[in-house]
């Protein structure tokens, strides 16, 4: 198995504070509040730790939300094995809020059509974004991301894995062939 | 982790790892149930038949609120209104609803072992909804899980149960659940409502509840089957009242923090003074809020991986 290191670190980091920059150009002070959902696994510390750079800059802290999509995928038939459900946690107001969606990797789409599938049902939002830090391309559905760490050209069996100090004792992003 | 089998029968066949996998995955789906959309579509095209052949209401309506929460068709037949009562037997009855391919088949029947007859004979999945006097499988799952609610934990505890032993099928899955588990069970009853080589299923017997209740983390009572008596089992209500209902002052012997159940529907006044029912300790209507999240999580890992 062949490992690439596309950044790792400091670099890794440099991204998220690019995207966090970007996020706040986009959502001038006032309203609507912006709140940040991570979509579990990944997606959740990403969150946090984009929510933690925004406050600085946004002079206020974004809402956090954390969202299981598992309940909401359309291929639970083809999955061999009872996927583990865990919880969504979404503790503040949906309505007429402008969301970023977290993710970290971005590929066929259908991750994120279950995401805002699973958002809408807990209210209108105002607006909903998505953040990844890595796009790899392979969409199977027409879904793109406002805010992208890196562009990766991948082929369809390579695998691109985003790993955070939080969950797994380093920053990286790695393309594993 | 899955669970090893298609079907949800029996606690006895279940591994403490399978009853974990349960548990946790009823939580999250405890969370759907309090959204302002208390819907998922994760089962959605699949179809749930509940086949109830004893009168329910509540066992029913919570397995068809469960179906209904994750997007499945629930189809109710009890067998009052079916084929039954024109003398089809239970094969042909089931292998025709099967014919019109249900996804799982939810079973309530009186005679014990009859869902286990039909899950050797159908590709549906089958669940157990109470068969005779054998087993209750979801009712002690929902039971477990408002105890680890409670308590924080399953093994350790001091389970105290009461009541009609005999014709609980309540008492055994909760017996097998919970020392499985790491649970003591002490049970209480009179003599002719223990049913025989009752310590077999690793339960101590104390026929005294006033002596059986002290330290107790939980009391479990249970509902006094008068429909299955046909025998005198007890010499009068006033008496069984006297010597095993679950009052205020016979709670006292228990630990502070004790927790009471009841699988319902309750008999207030035979089993059980009204305060306690509706006291600080009482956590019967978190039972039922529970039975939903529970059994919406078996039916979404029996269906979900058919």
């Known amino acids: ?177 | 982790m899955t669970l090893a089998s298609h079907h949800l029968l029996d606690i006895e066949s279940l591994s403490p790892a399978e009853i974990e996998l349960v548990l946790e995955t009823s939580t999250s789906f405890k969370e759907v149930g309090e959204r302002a959309i208390k819907k998922v579509p994760a089962l959605r095209g699949k179809t749930v038949i509940n086949l109830f052949f004893e009168p329910s209401t509540r066992t029913r309506v919570s397995f068809e609120i469960a179906a209904k929460r994750l997007s499945a068709d629930s189809i109710n037949v009890s067998s009052a209104g079916s084929s039954v009562v024109k003398g089809e037997t239970l094969l042909d009855t089931v292998k025709n609803l099967e014919a019109m391919a249900p996804d799982v088949i939810v079973m309530r029947h009186p005679s014990s072992g009859a869902p286990h007859f039909v899950a050797r004979r159908v590709e549906s999945a089958v669940v157990n909804a109470g068969d005779g006097m054998h087993e209750h499988p979801t009712q002690a799952l929902l039971d477990a899980f408002t105890i680890l609610e409670a308590k924080g934990r399953l093994s350790g505890l001091k389970v105290v149960i009461v009541g009609d032993l005999l014709h609980s099928r309540v008492f055994r899955s909760n017996a097998r659940l919970l020392t499985k588990m790491g649970s003591s069970v002490t049970v209480t009853a009179p003599r002719t409502l223990l049913p025989p080589f009752v310590e077999r299923l690793g339960v101590e017997v104390i026929t005294a509840v006033n002596d059986a209740i002290v330290d107790a983390d939980v009391v479990m009572m249970l509902r006094v089957q008068k429909e299955r008596m046909e025998g005198a089992f007890f010499p009068s209500v006033r008496e069984y009242f006297n010597l095993y209902a679950l009052t205020v002052d016979r709670l006292k012997r228990a630990k502070q923090d004790v927790i009471l159940m009841h699988p319902g529907p309750l008999n207030r006044g035979l089993e059980i003074e009204s305060a306690v029912a509706d006291g600080p300790y009482s956590l019967i209507l978190d039972q039922v809020t529970n039975g939903v999240a529970v059994r919406m999580a078996i039916l979404y890992l029996l269906a979900g991986a058919s």
């Open chain 1, 1 to 177: 198995m062949q490992q690439t290191v596309i950044a790792e670190g400091a670099e890794f980091r440099g991204i998220l504070e690019r995207l966090a920059s970007e996020v706040v150009e986009k959502s001038p002070s006032g309203l609507p509040p912006l709140a940040l959902v991570g979509i579990r696994t990944r997606g959740v510390p990403l969150a946090k730790r984009l929510a933690a750079l925004i406050e600085p800059k946004l002079g206020a802290r974004p809402s956090i939300g954390t969202l299981d999509i598992t309940l909401y995928r359309d291929d639970l038939i083809a999955v061999a094995s009872q996927p583990i459900v865990r919880s969504t946690d979404i503790p503040f107001a949906v309505g007429n809020s402008s969301i970023v969606l977290v993710d970290d990797v971005l590929f066929t789409g259908r991750t994120v059509r279950a995401a805002i599938t699973a958002l809408v049902d807990f209210g209108r939002p105002r607006k909903i974004e998505l953040l990844v830090m890595v796009d790899r391309g392979w969409r199977e559905l027409p879904i793109h991301a406002d805010y992208v760490g890196t562009r990766l050209r991948t082929s369809r069996e390579q695998t691109v894995q985003v790993l955070v100090e939080e969950e797994d004792g380093r920053d990286a992003i790695l393309l594993v062939a």
